[in-house]
């Protein structure tokens, strides 16, 4: 996907032409079986552990039992935010948010702390949306500290998620997130909003790649986004869909860190 750091806080902003058609094919390069990457899936997860389900910000979902699936928004806040915010509060719906720090949480801090508040998981997606596995080891400490800190600060809780830029990882990164105690999580559904501002299309890709345990990449930077959201909710909530976070996805197991999960 495009460098979403370049994001001004006028979303109209947009990048075009070649930078998204090369961020798109390393999209697909870094989600494809020729990288070897292996990925733990939720309902694996589920197996694995024996205890009940935890509790969630909105209810108790058990997931071994609901049709569940994850929302996540990756590279906010931004000027949008609190617009989402008021959609997911009316239609009870958590979603778990891979945020960006440049930008992004030291513009809008108040934003960080009302996701937290209201019950939604808040994750990291960098500190300037560096490649990962074109960084040495001390710059992907610094990527995924300083947002670590800065969430804490903000909300009293430290991630224990991380997502990295256009899913984009391997062994370094990995060994990297066990030691600072974080989990990767990529998707399964994908609406490429970075390339549309048409509601429509977001809503109709996401619903044509729904199915059970679904991990949904939206970002809220985008202007066709947001609009998206209520339509995509209440689609997926006909279907039978339970809308959960990502640790309520995997609950009772737990997502360990230095794993990747899709």
């Known amino acids: 996907m495009p460098s979403l750091t370049s994001k001004m806080t006028k979303t ?117 949306h560096k490649i990962l596995t074109d960084a040495g080891p001390d710059e992907i400490r610094e990527e995924l500290e300083r947002p670590n800190e800065e969430i804490e600060r903000l909300t009293g809780q430290r991630p224990t998620l991380m997502r990295p830029p256009q899913g984009r990882t391997d062994d370094t990164v990995h060994d990297i997130c066990r030691e600072l105690g974080l989990a990767e999580v990529l998707w399964s559904v994908t609406a490429k909003d970075y390339t549309t501002d048409d509601s429509g299309l977001i809503t109709e890709r996401v619903l044509d790649q729904s199915s059970r345990d679904g991990i949904i990449l939206l970002h809220d930077i985008y202007d066709g986004t947001v609009p998206a959201v209520p339509g995509i909710i209440d689609a997926l909530k006909k279907r039978g869909y339970v809308f959960v976070t990502v640790p309520q996805l995997l609950a009772p197991g737990k997502a360990e860190p230095g794993k990747v999960y899709r």
Not at 43 to 69: E, N, P, W, Y
Not at 79 to 100: C, G, H, M, W, Y
Request: proline residues 3%.
């Open 12 to 128: 109209g902003t947009r990048l075009r032409g070649a930078a998204i058609l090369a961020a798109a094919a390393s999209l697909t390069l870094a989600l494809s079986g020729c990288t070897k990457l292996e990925t733990s899936s939720p309902s694996s997860v589920r197996g694995a552990a024996g205890a009940q389900a935890r509790a969630a910000g909105f209810g108790t979902v058990d997931c071994r039992r609901a049709k569940c699936i994850a929302l996540t928004f990756d590279a906010g806040p931004s000027e949008n935010s609190a617009r989402l915010l008021d959609i997911l509060k009316e239609k009870q719906v958590p979603a778990t948010f891979f945020l960006l720090g440049k930008r992004h949480i030291d513009t809008y801090p108040d934003l960080v702390r009302r996701m937290a508040a209201e019950g939604h998981e808040v994750a990291s997606h960098t500190w300037t």
